[in-house]
């Protein structure tokens, strides 16, 4: 025992630290004397000359064979991802709750919306146009064909298809209607032209405001003020000549002058080509009514006209007998 003793502190003298035990102590049985039992310590080689060559040298026995080796199959790989390509049924239907899909956006969509809004310039200044608003109310202005040498335009102006004063949403539509036809007049007229402006069979209604009309004056370009040869008004009501008296004031003498009354289609006819100008029919009606008026009044006027000189020729007889 002492020689083990001093075994252990000379090892420990030479090292300068502890020696490891060789033996572990055995407890669990009472009265029984410690017991030690010997491990054997791996042979650890402590020596500084070995290279760092050495210390990364695989052994020749942990040579592996990458051939030999089990990889998995392409299949494998293809199943997976045909799994997360289709889910569940179950996960598809949690997935669609979840999120909405997002509507597509085709391109006749895409025209379409393009569509309802006219972006124009009036007056070097840009405007935009709501055309989906003004879509029952773009018969309002048209294009009647050409007269004289072939080059004058004949724009048409019809009343009737103006909007109802009733509307919450007139001031918008009129707004947009304003633009609307300023824009296609400068785009309808080249050199000089004429405006045919159909007043009859209009509602007091649908009559355009004063306002509206002043405006649409001095917003008309001064090449088109130039142009302008003609302003013939079909079927003049009292409220159209008062309109025009009022506003007499605001508007030039040499326009004045270009305004014309007509008080039928025969009569239009007689001043311009009615080949491409489209009267609605309301008008066409309410001028047969006022024709067949007219002949009644006229057939009227004859017979109370034929009845005079009788009632005349009459009278001497009687006095002289």
């Given at each position: 025992m002492d020689q083990t003793h001093e075994r252990k502190m000379s090892f420990e003298g030479a090292e300068g630290r502890p020696a490891p035990p060789t033996s572990l102590p055995l407890q669990g049985q009472e009265g029984v004397a410690s017991q030690r039992k010997k491990l054997s310590a791996p042979r650890i080689s402590l020596s500084l000359d070995q290279s760092e060559d050495d210390l990364f040298d695989t052994p020749d026995d942990l040579d592996i064979n990458v051939d030999d080796?089990?990889?998995?199959?392409?299949?494998?790989?293809?199943?997976?991802?045909?799994?997360?390509e289709e889910p569940l049924a179950s996960q598809r239907d949690s997935v669609?709750?979840?999120?909405?899909?997002?509507?597509?956006?085709?391109?006749q969509e895409e025209r379409q919306d393009s569509k309802l809004w006219r972006t124009v310039i009036i007056g070097e200044?840009?405007?935009?146009?709501?055309?989906?608003?003004?879509?029952?109310?773009?018969?309002?202005?048209?294009?009647?064909?050409?007269?004289?040498?072939?080059?004058?335009?004949?724009?048409?102006?019809?009343?009737?298809?103006?909007?109802?004063?009733?509307?919450?949403?007139?001031?918008?539509?009129?707004?947009?209607?304003?633009?609307?036809?300023?824009?296609?007049?400068?785009?309808?007229?080249?050199?000089?032209?004429?405006?045919?402006?159909?007043?009859?069979?209009?509602?007091?209604?649908?009559?355009?405001?004063?306002?509206?009309?002043?405006?649409?004056?001095?917003m008309i370009d001064r090449r088109l003020r130039k142009n302008l040869k003609s302003f013939i008004i079909v079927h003049p009501s009292w409220f159209i000549r008062t309109i025009l008296a009022i506003t007499k004031p605001f508007i030039s003498s040499k326009f004045s002058s270009k305004i014309k009354y007509v008080n039928s289609l025969a009569e239009l006819e007689e001043l311009i080509p009615m080949e491409h100008v489209h009267i609605p029919e309301c008008i066409i009606r309410l001028d047969e009514e006022l024709r067949e008026a007219a002949e009644s009044s006229k057939i009227n006027s004859f017979l109370q006209g034929s009845e005079i000189p009788q009632e005349s020729i009459a009278q001497p007889s009687a006095s002289s007998s």
């Open positions: 080796l089990d990889t998995p199959d392409e299949a494998d790989y293809t199943d997976h991802e045909i799994d997360w669609k709750e979840a999120v909405e899909p997002i509507p597509t956006y085709s391109a200044q840009e405007h935009r146009i709501n055309m989906k608003s003004i879509e029952p109310y773009q018969k309002v202005i048209s294009h009647g064909g050409y007269y004289g040498n072939g080059t004058s335009a004949i724009i048409v102006f019809a009343a009737c298809f103006l909007p109802d004063s009733d509307r919450e949403d007139y001031h918008e539509i009129m707004e947009n209607l304003f633009l609307y036809v300023i824009s296609t007049l400068e785009l309808m007229v080249a050199e000089d032209y004429m405006i045919v402006y159909l007043n009859g069979a209009t509602p007091h209604r649908r009559m355009p405001g004063l306002n509206w009309l002043k405006r649409c004056y001095q």
